[in-house]
């Protein structure tokens, strides 16, 4: 058996230390005087790059492809570099809960650590195809073939999809909108006003006030395109299309895997990439619905008809989600057809008592 990470687990202790420097270094880099102190922490900073790079060439093993140990080293690399621009950002923000920004995403990321450390750790084993079958077909089970690989469901996983799915999402969504995690507010809001005065040169700021259900606004200080005054557009969670981003969590945390052994080897790394793909997606999806619509609202369209129109066409990025899912986890639309057939399967079976009284 050929390990590629000689201790998986000594491995990820050393990643979520370097995750954790990293963080607290570019959160105390711009509050740190006098500036050389801060030079020096820039400097520790970039040795942590260096020191992980080497930590992962030496914990691969010498056989594993020159390709992967690429992609390994890149993946710790963003997955630090994404760690030292949180410590940053915390640094720069405004809202009262702004530390909660760190306190949720770094366990994330350590927890990221883990499943790219994990999937390199693994080693492909020969399943047979035929104990594979039998297994399926002791427990009367359906068994569907797609792509060579083979799915066979148990009820309970079936269960937890159609029940729990919907149940998380919507718990996952009630946690984002709880005060605590406005900081995701300030950032949406933030990078949304970048982008238009970049962009269109609108001179649209932002306002935070710790009064009322909206911490957040933008504010249209020199009126429209033709210098009409504009009121103010209040900032709510559904405005960070997080919500979009729960529903696909909860579907894809979910999803049930596969009781074939071989179809099931990398289901976790498949879930993350597709977790991490369809939130991105969805994130920059809402940023270019933001722009176009207070772009809209400037030129003078009235709020209420462009807020729900586009709102609503923007819904089109779900279809694409679907297939993205679809290829990397195709356990997701195989489980609703796994379901159709067992519900097939029990009606055929009501019936038959009925054809032989015939």
């Known amino acids: 058996m050929k390990t590629f990470f000689y201790n998986k687990y000594v491995s990820w202790l050393v990643f979520s230390i370097i995750l954790v420097l ?10 740190i005087k006098p500036e050389v102190y801060s030079v020096m922490l820039l400097v520790l900073t970039l040795a942590l790059f260096l020191f992980q790079s080497f930590f992962v060439l030496k914990s691969i093993s010498s056989d594993f492809e020159n390709r992967k140990k690429v992609g390994v080293l890149l993946q710790h690399f963003f997955n630090l570099l994404f760690s ?7 640094s720069l923000m405004e809202s009262t809960s702004k530390y909660n920004f760190g306190l949720i995403m770094i366990p994330l990321l350590v927890v990221l650590s883990y499943v790219i450390t994990d999937k390199y750790n693994k080693t492909v084993k020969d399943v047979s195809l035929e104990q594979e079958l039998e297994e399926g077909t002791k427990s009367n089970k359906p068994v569907i073939e797609f792509e060579n690989k083979k799915y066979i ?10 029940v729990v799915t919907p149940i998380l999402a919507y718990l996952i969504y009630l946690f984002f909108d709880t005060e605590p995690q406005y900081w995701l507010h300030e950032i949406v809001v933030k990078q949304t006003i970048y982008l238009l005065n970049l962009f269109f040169n609108m001179g649209v700021s932002a306002s935070y006030s710790l009064t009322g259900t909206y911490h957040w606004s933008f504010d249209f200080v020199g009126g429209n395109i033709n210098g009409d005054p504009l009121g103010s557009i209040s900032f709510g969670t559904f405005c960070t299309g997080v919500q979009a981003i729960c529903v696909f969590c909860g579907i894809i945390l979910c999803t049930p895997h596969s009781q074939d052994r071989e179809t099931n080897k990398d289901i976790i790394w498949r ?20 722009l176009i619509q207070i ?3 400037y030129l003078g369209y009235p709020w209420d008809s462009i807020h729900v129109s586009i709102s609503a066409a923007s819904s089109f990025v779900a ?14 639309i195989i489980s609703i057809i796994y379901i159709g057939t067992l519900l097939n399967n029990r009606f055929k079976l009501l019936k038959e008592p009925k054809k032989d009284k015939k």
């Not at 030292?84 to 915390?90: P, T």
Request: hydrophobic share 65%; glycine share 4%; aromatic share 14%.
């Open 295 to 297: 772009g809209l609202y």
């Open 271 to 290: 879930k993350t990439k597709s977790l991490l793909v369809s939130s991105l997606i969805f994130y920059v999806v809402n940023i270019i619905r933001m």
């Open 84 to 90: 030292v621009v949180i410590g940053l950002s915390i």
């Open 153 to 162: 469901f148990s009820i309970n996983s079936l269960v937890i999809l159609t």
């Open 319 to 332: 279809a694409i989600i679907i297939l993205l899912l679809h290829k990397w986890i195709p356990e997701f």
């Open 22 to 31: 990293a963080f607290f270094f570019g959160l105390l880099i711009p509050l």
